[in-house]
């Protein structure tokens, strides 16, 4: 019993010794004023370092730091602005021309040339994964040494936009050849920062690029910390054991929000929930039946119950970040006229129907709150709730009534969710779950599509806006926000609505 | 002794082939595609066929199970699904973490939990027997999940003693941020190890070779250490041998609350996103280890109490018996 006893007082003063143990975090600091490092906190591990195969947000978060692309978007203005390629020009609608920056090399000191570029793009456009954001280039021609031409199957509007998507990386041609597999555990790009380590699950580490274009990054390392359960980022946040946390869970934005030592940072996110009605199945075929649904969502309640106010009421499937928005406004709450038009319709007591949902309980508690809204125009829904895979592929299959879907705009261009979502084309599997074939619909979505005129475009996403309003084929419900938590000491942190941001910029005072 | 060893390893085969043979079927046959969660409802249908393809997804079911058992038998459990990486190599890296967490937490339990039994069981239905047992049952019942946060809370938000998550570095480190997780997942073994001791204490205390013992004149001390609890040991060695191989296995709250990179949370990871390769390679570990502890619990047996000893070993038996005669 005495030897317990000791091993138990040992035990305590052990932990009371720790105590007083200098943290992990003081011994990183560095000189000048700022850290040396910026410790990040996010939900999930990265799946894998391949930019052509890691196309996941916890992925791209990370590696995004480590491979460039041939442009970039910003991440304020929304701009595509030039980074491996110094400048491009439009040589055709199908061609364009691209002038590789000379002088770039990859962290494993080889020259970026116009071999890599191509070996890329090809590689991405091979891959079972990314293919869907590169796969509208025909071909990728070696000019010289520092210039590409890409050409696409067709006039391709978002091409820019596309080619500055993450899982558009240029990695090393010589180092892939040589080592196919080489890129999943020890990725080498062109970034600002260089792959260090990485332990499954715990953590992936990151050391400043000396040598990267725009000059050094303003921090040394990048740590990021893989924390699943969301309020222990909260707590380390707290603590100081995180300098930035992503993903703040709902019930801790309130608790950063009240603390003095943190910023919460708070923006739309690039991602639409929606309900799509199937068009192929009565009374969805009935244009008034689909107005009376959205007349019948007060969605601004929905954000601010079901959401703990966060997020906002959705007018369009596309989210304002999004090149090509044009607000059409939130479809006014009016339960009375909804009725009206189920009446006109020919429904005067409502109906029974289904809305299928995949087993994720904020989608759930959304949708019993609308199947509530619904009841009180007479309409019966039956929420069934049913796995992810089973859901995508019973929808695709078009045995849904009404199906409740997100969406982000990857690419942050309108073209990659009108075309997939609303163009008759692309019905069932590739997004298009409404079954619409609407001609003008179509002329719209292909004019937005193939004119490298920003302009044309833009006005097209605004008639395409207006006439699908009209047609109500889908209902717009939220836009999720996205969030972080950074304390105080951080300097240049940009939220990004795409979800993965940029650090390169980011700074820690001591 | 040796032959029964060497009995119990090959029995571990048959378990270890149905083991497979369910979790295949079942994770194959369950609703789901692989390819779609790994691409997302985002993916095109050429896409999605590329990558079914790329799995082997379009292959029949029993050609699949095949070739994977094929594979397993020359010890290589494939690639993951998701990051296309070599499952054993994970399974391997992984298993240190959770072995540290799960001794660390066997260690904890035992030491609460065996001296608080004993007192209980010696001083049956006093006020220090009863608050223990309350204790016990709100052990036993306070799910991991919040006790973790409760502790964290605690002793890093209030107190700052400890890091909230994540496994430290070096030993010191280690040992920090070890201490939370191994009270968590001590506390729920520890309540079990009280409950399971005093009862077995119990039972023994009321035998008469104790009584006999007392009238020999032996400390009570002596009788506590020597009689009573070496006979009461053998189901406490049964519940924390039970115990240990689950938590061999991943404790899988415990590792997701404090970020701990354990197998737990690398199964976690592979059900949700349904890589068939990883949950097997996973499962198959956690059963071998299993069966691994449950043969030494059965080994420990024999040295606890030596008529248990006899058994393995015929010979003796009759040796004895003949003595005896």
């Not at chain 1, 052509?52 to 910003?74: M, Q, R, S, W, Y």
């Not at chain 1, 793009?121 to 021609?141: C, M, N, P, T």
């Not at chain 1, 997939?420 to 719209?444: C, K, M, T, W, Y």
């Not at chain 2, 009995?7 to 295949?24: D, H, K, N, S």
Request: proline residues 4%.
């Amino acid at each position: 019993m005495k030897k317990i006893l000791t091993v138990l007082v040992v035990l305590l003063s052990s932990i009371a010794l720790f105590a007083g143990g200098a943290s992990e975090r003081d011994a990183d600091a560095g000189s000048g004023g700022y850290k040396d490092t910026i410790t990040i906190g996010q939900g999930a591990d990265v799946t894998s370092f391949d930019p052509h195969i890691g196309k996941e947000t916890p992925a791209v978060a990370v590696t995004n730091h480590i491979f460039d692309t041939l442009v970039d978007t910003d991440p304020v203005t929304g701009e595509v602005v030039p980074q491996i390629a110094e400048r491009w020009e439009v040589v055709s609608p199908v061609e364009y021309r691209f002038f590789i920056r000379k002088g770039l090399k990859f962290h494993n000191g080889e020259d970026l040339t116009a071999d890599d570029v191509k070996f890329s793009l090809d590689r991405a456009i091979a891959s079972g994964s990314v293919s869907y954001i590169v796969d509208f280039i025909k071909e990728v021609k070696i000019e010289d040494e520092y210039t590409v031409l890409v050409t696409t199957k067709a006039p391709y509007g978002p091409t820019l936009r596309n080619l500055a998507v993450p899982f558009a990386g240029i990695v090393p041609k010589d180092y892939v050849t040589a080592n196919p597999d080489g890129l999943k555990t020890k990725p080498i790009g062109s970034g600002p920062y260089k792959f260090v380590s990485w332990a499954q699950n715990d953590n992936a580490k990151l050391e400043a690029y000396a040598d990267y274009y725009q000059g050094a990054p303003e921090t040394k390392y990048l740590v990021f910390k893989i924390i699943p359960e969301a309020s222990q980022r909260t707590i380390a946040l707290e603590t100081g054991e995180l300098d930035i946390s992503y993903d703040i869970l709902v019930s801790d934005l309130k608790r950063i929000e009240e603390n003095k030592d943190l910023v919460l940072l708070e923006a739309p996110s690039l991602t639409c929930f929606y309900i799509s009605f199937n068009m192929r199945k009565a009374p969805f075929d009935n244009q008034k039946v689909r107005q009376a649904i959205n007349m019948a969502i007060d969605r601004q309640l929905l954000v601010d119950t079901v959401n703990s106010g966060t997020g906002a009421a959705a007018d369009e499937i596309i989210a304002p970040a999004v090149f090509g928005y044009y607000s059409t406004g939130v479809w006014d709450y009016n339960p009375e006229k909804a009725k009206q038009l189920l009446k006109e319709a020919g429904y005067p007591d409502g109906f029974e129907c289904s809305l299928w949902v995949n087993n994720n309980q904020s989608r759930v508690e959304m949708c019993q709150a609308i199947q509530e809204m619904l009841r009180e125009i007479g309409i019966t829904v039956k929420v069934e709730v049913m796995e992810f895979g089973t859901f995508i592929s019973r929808s695709t299959a078009g045995e849904h009534d009404m199906g409740y879907f997100g969406w982000v705009t990857s690419t942050k261009d309108a073209d990659y969710t009108y075309y997939s979502l609303e163009h008759s084309s692309q019905q069932g599997a590739p997004g298009n779950r409404s079954f619409i074939a609407d001609p003008e619909v179509d002329r719209l979505v292909d004019l937005g599509r193939t004119s490298a005129d920003m302009d044309v475009r833009l006005d097209a996403y605004k008639d395409l806006a207006l006439e699908l309003k009209e047609i109500a084929n889908n209902a717009p419900i939220i836009y999720t926000a996205i969030t972080a938590g950074t304390n105080n000491a951080v300097e240049g942190f940009v939220l990004d609505p795409i979800g993965y941001h940029k650090l390169e910029g980011v700074k820690v005072a001591k | 002794m040796g032959k029964y060893i060497i009995r119990r390893l090959i029995m571990m085969i048959p378990v270890l082939l149905g083991v497979t043979f369910i979790v295949f079927f079942i994770m194959s046959l369950t609703p789901g595609d692989p390819a779609a969660i790994i691409l997302g409802d985002q993916a095109s249908a050429e896409a999605l066929e590329m990558k079914r393809i790329e799995l082997g997804l379009d292959k029949p079911l029993l050609v699949r199970y095949a070739t994977y058992m094929g594979n397993l038998f020359q010890g290589d459990l494939g690639l993951s699904y998701r990051n296309q990486i070599p499952v054993a190599s994970q399974v391997w890296d992984k298993f240190p973490n959770t072995a540290i967490l799960a001794i660390s937490g066997i260690l904890v339990a035992l030491i609460i939990g065996i001296p608080i039994g004993i007192l209980s069981a010696k001083k049956q239905y006093t006020v220090m027997d009863n608050t223990s047992m309350v204790f016990s049952l709100v052990g036993v019942s306070m799910p991991n999940f919040w006790l973790g946060l409760l502790l964290s809370l605690l002793f890093a938000l209030k107190l700052g003693w400890l890091p909230s998550q994540g496994m430290g570095r070096g030993f010191i480190g280690l040992l920090r941020s070890l201490v939370l997780p191994a009270l968590t997942l001590g506390t729920g073994a520890a309540a079990t190890v009280v409950r399971m001791t005093r009862s077995s204490m119990l039972e023994v205390i009321r035998q008469d070779y104790i009584s006999t013992a007392r009238a020999k004149g032996i400390t009570e001390k002596q009788i506590t250490k020597k009689h009573m609890l070496k006979n009461a040991l053998i189901p406490i060695v049964t519940a924390v041998g039970l115990q240990f191989g689950l938590l061999l296995g991943g404790a899988m709250l415990t590792e997701t609350i404090f970020s701990w990179p354990g197998l737990g949370r690398l199964m976690v990871d592979s059900i949700t996103s349904k890589d068939i390769p990883m949950v097997l390679g996973s499962v198959i570990f956690m059963a071998v280890m299993f069966s691994f502890v449950n043969l030494l619990v059965d080994i420990l047996y024999a040295f606890l109490d030596p008529r248990i000893k006899s058994q393995y070993s015929k010979k003796v038996v009759r040796r004895r018996r003949g003595v005896v005669v």
